[in-house]
């Protein structure tokens, strides 16, 4: 099983990424997928989720009408648009895959990505 992050960068405060994350190897269909980040010094959070089936989304209340996650299940990927930036979005920003219920449970997602780095410059 593979996750493949990708789609980070260096930005400016305001501006837009998008991220991806390739799943192989996993029926993806199966799986609730999950973005997570970690700043440095700062322990992982959760995001956003999208999950199996209806593709129904969770996020966090600080990037609630600024992020948009989507899957493409004959792609088998998630995509993460991420707009209206800021300093504090300044992250490595991993996906991972779960079966779990408990979106924000980092502990309960089986797969991870390797993660991409985003900087957000003020």
């Known amino acids: 099983v593979q996750l493949q992050a990708s789609g980070g960068g260096l930005v400016q405060a305001g501006d837009s990424l998008r991220l991806s994350c390739a799943a192989s190897?996993?029926?993806?269909?199966?799986?609730?997928m999950g973005w997570f980040r970690q700043a440095p010094g700062k322990e992982r959070e959760f995001v956003a989720a999208?999950?199996?089936?209806?593709?129904?989304?969770t996020y966090t209340d600080s990037v609630k009408g600024r992020f948009t996650l989507s899957r493409n299940s004959a792609e088998n990927t998630v995509y993460l648009q991420m707009n209206s930036l800021r300093p504090e979005d300044t992250a490595v920003y991993y996906c991972?895959?779960?079966?779990?219920?408990?979106?924000?449970?980092?502990?309960?997602?089986?797969?991870w990505g390797q993660g991409t780095l985003v900087t957000v410059s003020s």
């Open positions: 999208i999950r199996r089936g209806g593709g129904s989304t």
């Open positions: 991972a895959a779960t079966l779990s219920v408990a979106l924000a449970r980092d502990d309960l997602y089986y797969y």
């Open positions: 190897g996993v029926t993806f269909s199966r799986y609730t």
